[in-house]
């Protein structure tokens, strides 16, 4: 007897979940008909597929491959539905997940143009920082989402979509050096507005602080990026943002921009979708506006 869809979609959220109950809620079923499903697919298979792992659900070696080829089957499941739709019509509905960095300066223009070229999507936008948004995708309730690079888990499929340089922001007319390099361990004591702790970037820009000699006098720390943006445009202290953020203000006249020099820094930004399926149409089309227009927007910028 083969394995039944069913189970290995059960199998493939036991994985990525981590736990009967988890995964019963992804998928809509209860934890005793995960429960179920495992006991059936091991019987079937003859190997053990699934370890207890303190409270969690581990797979075993054996586990992991066949995870992998479970994945890829469900992929290609999903991706011949995709074409079949396709042919009849690019309906139905696309659910993205963006930063404040990329809704700021890279959703209008992308937007516009897919609703000129998508006849009646019913398009749903989350704005969110990365954390929150990776496990919505991770949980199947985005289609995809654009977040800073990380190590990618289980469940997720990412691809780089574009390297931004980081920008120091400033308040107009601090230096009367908008545009020009400035290697930040020369630049004095510095009061700097962070993202929170649990912010992708914040990890990168601390290290960057540290090991480049950066004399930092007061760390701020603030996950909302308008109101970084108003603050330091109204004070003495500073952000480090990537170019595609601080480009609507590249005529100088709220914000002294300067790319980081002597290093450089730079971050990458990924595309991720559930590793379990693929884009629809419709997706894939407003994930290229997206990106195009992150591109275009990022060549503005010095560096």
């Known amino acids: 007897m083969r394995p039944s869809l069913r ?14 109950t988890a995964a019963a809620v992804r998928e809509g079923a209860t934890q005793s008909g995960v429960s179920q499903h495992m006991k059936a697919l091991e019987t079937q298979l003859g190997v053990r ?4 792992d303190g409270r ?13 080829e479970c994945v890829a089957a469900l992929r290609r499941l999903d991706a011949a539905g995709a074409g079949l739709a396709a042919i009849e019509r690019m309906g139905g509905s696309v659910r993205v997940g963006l930063m404040p960095t990329f809704t700021r300066a890279i959703l209008a223009p992308a937007l516009a143009a897919f609703l ?4 009646g999507v019913e398009v749903t936008i989350l704005e969110a920082y990365s954390g929150v948004l990776t496990d919505k995708v991770r949980a199947g309730e985005l289609d995809f989402a654009i977040v800073p690079s990380f190590a990618v888990s289980s469940g997720l499929h990412a691809r780089r979509i574009a390297t931004n340089r980081e920008m120091l922001v400033a308040r107009a007319g601090r230096t009367g050096k908008h545009l020009a390099p400035v ?16 912010n992708t970037r914040r990890q990168s820009i601390e290290t960057y602080l540290a090991s480049n000699g950066v004399d930092v006098r007061r760390r701020l720390a603030l996950d909302a990026m308008i109101g970084t943006l108003e603050f330091v445009a109204g004070s003495d202290w500073v952000a480090i943002l990537p170019a595609v953020l601080a480009a609507p203000d590249r005529d100088g006249a709220r914000f002294e921009i300067r790319p980081l020099d002597d290093p450089p820094l730079r971050s ?5 979708e559930p590793s379990r399926s ?3 149409p419709a997706a894939k089309l407003f994930a290229d506006l997206l990106t195009r227009e992150a591109l275009r927007v990022s060549a503005l910028m010095p560096g």
């Open 7 to 20: 189970q290995l979609r059960a199998f493939v959220a036991v994985v990525e979940e981590g736990s009967f």
């Open 268 to 272: 990458d930004f990924v595309l991720i």
């Open 278 to 280: 693929v884009l629809k």
């Open 116 to 119: 000129e070229s998508s006849g």
């Open 49 to 52: 597929l699934l370890d207890r």
């Open 183 to 198: 290697k930040l361990a020369d630049y004095g004591p510095i009061d700097i507005v962070l993202p929170g702790p649990l």
């Open 56 to 68: 969690r659900m581990a797979a075993t070696a054996a586990g992991l491959r066949y995870y992998e």
